[in-house]
């Protein structure tokens, strides 16, 4: 029975999905988007947010901290000097996760694990998206532009009536 075992295993050993979590959350650091399954990238996702929380205040404790769980000094270093930085008035939810389809060849389930802060075509649409919102009704749209348009007709029709009658 699972009583209390509420981690996904994937299917290995602790000290080899220890391996794994930890080369993925230096690959998500690093290159702040990756692809991989859906199941590892929710285990991935429980892993490194805790680190990235731990990175907002840079000691020397938090920095040993991280560091005995990612292994690798040039993410640790990125993870403070940059990430931290910008996520540092974030409360929560450093990392989204999208499904992108299934894999071709085993039909598992794929998606792409992002940081949150560094995808600027999201920051784009929601920026955008709000500046084309308008508040009034598609009743009172239609009959501002029937207007416009009927003033526009009449004044091409009044060169060629001119024309005719000088003929």
Request: contains cysteine.
């Amino acid at each position: 029975m699972r009583h209390n075992n509420k981690f996904n295993h994937l299917g290995r050993t602790a000290s080899h999905r220890n391996a794994i979590l930890a080369n993925m959350a230096c690959s998500l650091i690093k290159h702040k988007r990756i692809t991989t399954t859906v199941a590892k990238a929710k285990a991935l996702k429980k892993f490194v947010e805790p680190l990235i929380t731990k990175a907002k205040d840079d000691t020397t404790n938090s920095r040993r901290v991280v560091f005995s769980n990612l292994q690798d000094k040039y993410a640790v270093t990125e993870l403070f000097k940059e990430i931290s930085v910008k996520i540092a008035d974030r409360p929560g939810g450093y990392t989204r996760i999208i499904k992108t389809g299934n894999r071709l060849g085993d039909n598992a389930e794929m998606c792409f694990i992002e940081l949150v802060d560094y995808n600027e075509n999201m920051a784009k649409e929601k920026v955008a998206k709000k500046a084309t919102r308008t508040r009034r009704s598609k009743k009172a749209a239609a009959t501002e532009a029937t207007p416009a348009a009927e003033t526009a007709a009449p004044v091409a029709e009044a060169p060629a009536a001119e024309e005719a009658k000088a003929e």
